[in-house]
């Protein structure tokens, strides 16, 4: 069965500075990679996702993560994060017609 | 847009009641899910439904049952509430792709459940 690591449960970071949040995944035959972000109060949104093709992906508000086969992750980056970055982002991996996610993590923002 | 419902943003219930959360999608979907998300446990899927009258177990579907009788709609129903079952439950819909890899799911905004 496909499963999902976050190791970073938070991770603080000023404002301006780059951030990574890593995710690793179990290995399969093919795999689709997802990001969502959860800001406070709300559902989850999708931040980006890879199915195929080229392996830098770019999402939304700035964000992009590269999928590594033979590392298995799928690190989401940012170069210049903001204060609205401060929510919770979950990596999932597609596994028949489910989503697994990853146990999240926090990204705290400080001025 | 794709916008996703969920009956109430908030529910306290007492051990013992039956409980119904509803959750309404409006862009045709035929896959609807229901999520328990709990801190440092991310999101567990407990239900799933790829078509009107069909469900699947997800990884925690004990003391939880589900109802989809029209494809806009999909109930997660508690049967007797125990306070193991506070959480904050989301909702979410999506289509399937060519490859039957999933599409993006859409989630509601969740309904935080107190079971006292």
């Known amino acids: 069965a496909q499963s999902v690591t976050q190791l970073d449960s938070q991770v603080p970071v000023f404002e301006e500075a780059p951030v990574e949040l890593r995710c690793n995944y179990s290995s399969s035959v093919s795999v689709y990679l997802f990001w969502y972000v959860q800001y406070p109060n709300q559902g989850l949104q999708l931040l980006l996702k890879?199915?195929?093709?080229?392996?830098l992906v770019k999402g939304i508000n700035g964000f992009e993560a590269e999928f590594n086969k033979s590392q298995t992750s799928f690190h989401l980056r940012k170069p210049s994060v903001h204060i609205s970055d401060t929510a919770e982002y979950f990596c999932a991996v597609d596994s028949s017609y489910k989503l697994i996610f990853g146990s999240g993590t926090r990204l705290l923002v400080r001025p | 847009d794709v916008k996703v419902t969920q009956s109430s943003r908030y529910l306290v219930k007492r051990t013992g009641e039956k409980v119904f959360l509803e959750c309404v999608q409006d862009m045709d979907h035929e896959n609807m899910f229901w999520y328990r998300q709990d801190p440092g446990l991310g999101l567990r899927l407990i239900y799933f439904s790829y078509d009107v009258k069909m469900k699947e177990k997800g990884d925690i579907p004990e003391g939880y049952s589900v109802s989809r009788e029209k494809k806009e709609r999909f109930s997660l129903i508690l049967e007797s509430a125990s306070t193991n079952q506070t959480s904050m439950y989301l909702c979410?819909?999506?289509?399937?792709?060519?490859?039957?890899?999933?599409?993006?799911?859409?989630f509601g905004p969740g309904t935080r459940l107190l079971v006292l």
């Open positions: 890879y199915l195929s093709g080229s392996t």
């Open positions: 979410a819909s999506s289509i399937t792709g060519p490859s039957s890899y999933q599409e993006t799911q859409y």
